[in-house]
Nanobody, 116 residues
Framework: QVHVVESGGGLVQPGGSLKLSCAASGRSFGIYLMAWYRQAPGKERELVASIISGGRPNYADSVKGRFTISRDNGKNTGDLQMNSLKLEDTAVYYC??????????WGQGTQVTVSS
């Protein structure tokens, strides 16, 4: 069984920064894709950023230049550095992992609230 856990959410003022972390644990496996999604109240879940093994990161237009996704393949971990946060970044953020067999795993989510 694979467990995915996010951490690092919290309350931050507009313009501030937060770093989310994602850790996958369980039986040994390789991560093909790591992605971050978010879901704001009353809205659908949306892709924020993703990165595949050996590939370049991709970002939603709304976060380009402000967010940075990274991963550590050896440790099955990854981060989402979020800078210049805006009110509209408020959401529950989810880590999504796809292994090389195409199986998808989700974390339980971590709340990010941007408020003055």
């Amino acid at each position: 069984q694979v467990h995915v856990v996010e951490s690092g959410g919290g309350l931050v003022q507009p313009g501030g920064s937060l770093k989310l972390s994602c850790a996958a644990s369980g039986r040994s496996f390789g991560i093909y894709l790591m992605a971050w999604y978010r879901q704001a109240p009353g809205k659908e879940r949306e892709l924020v950023a993703s990165i595949i093994s050996g590939g370049r990161p991709n970002y939603a237009d709304s976060v380009k230049g402000r967010f940075t996704i990274s991963r550590d393949n050896g440790k099955n971990t990854g981060d989402l550095q979020m800078n210049s946060l805006k009110l509209e970044d408020t959401a529950v953020y989810y880590c999504n992992i796809v292994n090389f067999g195409g199986v998808t795993y989700w974390g339980q989510g971590t709340q990010v609230t941007v408020s003055s």
